[in-house]
């Protein structure tokens, strides 16, 4: 972890930066600087180490240390915008690109920039797979392969009628069977019980519940129990 000093060869202009890796490549992250390393070329760059640092909190405090002691965000010598450890005072470089990038994206969409597969969305032009195929008539063998490729795939339709389309009624129903409740619907009986004791016979487990005034698991674990007086009726 290092603080920096990147010069100018040509115009003798500065930047004072922090370095997490001291990577020799690395010669500073503003704006103004990189826009003159691709101008002038890296070749024209320097860079020195002012002072390693041992930890993360130091290098903040070090880098905000050599920037107040050249003034650098004041000094006309430097390319620092601040003599913060990051950012800028007046904020982010607004560049022209920056202040009409609403406007550039508007132009880079007009005309016919779509891709195909939008334009067919859009019905603007179909599909040419579509229009390859249309009217062909499947190969037997084609025929077989898409059989094949779709076996052992579970299909939720398969053997029921296409109920999607419209004027097909479901089968089964019509205006004489509407609202006819179909076979078995309504209420069920649970299992009968009896008690071998007094003869008792009752036509659900809720209902035995509700005479003997027992809860839940108290019934269940009776009629687990096989020496118990109440039986499940076979």
């Given at each position: 972890?290092?603080?920096?000093?990147?010069?100018?060869?040509?115009?003798?202009?500065?930047?004072?930066?922090?370095?997490?890796?001291?990577?020799?490549?690395?010669?500073?992250?503003?704006?103004?600087?990189?826009?003159?390393?691709?101008?002038?070329?890296?070749?024209?760059?320097?860079?020195?180490?002012?002072?390693?640092?041992?930890?993360?909190?130091?290098?903040?405090?070090?880098?905000?240390?050599?920037?107040e002691?050249?003034?650098?965000?004041?000094?006309?010598?430097?390319?620092?915008?601040?003599?913060?450890s990051?950012?800028?005072?007046?904020?982010?470089?607004?560049?022209?690109?920056?202040?009409?990038?609403?406007?550039?994206?508007?132009?880079?969409?007009?005309?016919n920039?779509?891709?195909?597969?939008?334009?067919?969305?859009?019905?603007?032009?179909?599909?040419?797979?579509?229009?390859?195929?249309?009217g062909?008539?499947?190969?037997e063998s084609?025929?077989?392969n898409?059989?094949?490729?779709?076996?052992?795939?579970?299909?939720?339709?398969?053997g029921?009628?296409?109920?999607?389309?419209?004027?097909?009624?479901?089968p089964g129903?019509?205006?004489?069977?509407?609202g006819?409740?179909?076979?078995?619907?309504?209420?069920?009986?649970?299992?009968?019980?009896f008690?071998?004791?007094?003869?008792?016979?009752?036509?659900?487990?809720?209902?035995?519940?509700?005479?003997?005034?027992?809860?839940?698991?108290?019934?269940?674990?009776?009629?687990?129990?096989?020496?118990?007086?109440?039986?499940?009726?076979?």
């Open positions: 972890m290092v603080i920096y000093l990147t010069t100018n060869l040509i115009n003798n202009k500065k930047y004072i930066g922090k370095d997490r890796h001291n990577s020799p490549s690395y010669l500073g992250g503003g704006v103004a600087l990189r826009k003159d390393i691709k101008t002038y070329g890296r070749c024209n760059f320097t860079k020195e180490i002012l002072e390693v640092c041992s930890d993360l909190d130091m290098l903040k405090l070090k880098e905000i240390y050599w920037l002691y050249y003034n650098a965000a004041l000094n006309p010598e430097f390319y620092n915008l601040t003599n913060k990051h950012g800028s005072i007046n904020g982010p470089t607004k560049t022209d690109a920056y202040l009409n990038r609403g406007e550039n994206i508007s132009n880079s969409r007009k005309g920039h779509y891709p195909e597969a939008s334009m067919a969305q859009r019905g603007l032009k179909k599909p040419k797979v579509s229009k390859a195929l249309m062909k008539k499947k190969s084609h025929c077989i898409l059989s094949n490729s779709k076996k052992g795939i579970p299909s939720k339709r398969k029921k009628p296409d109920l999607k389309q419209k004027g097909i009624p479901k129903v019509s205006e004489k069977t509407k006819i409740p179909k076979p078995g619907a309504g209420p069920k009986e649970g299992r009968h019980l008690n071998i004791e007094d003869g008792k016979e009752f036509t659900s487990v809720k209902e035995c519940m509700e005479f003997y005034g027992m809860g839940k698991n108290k019934m269940y674990s009776i009629l687990k129990d096989p020496n118990s007086n109440i039986k499940y009726k076979k």
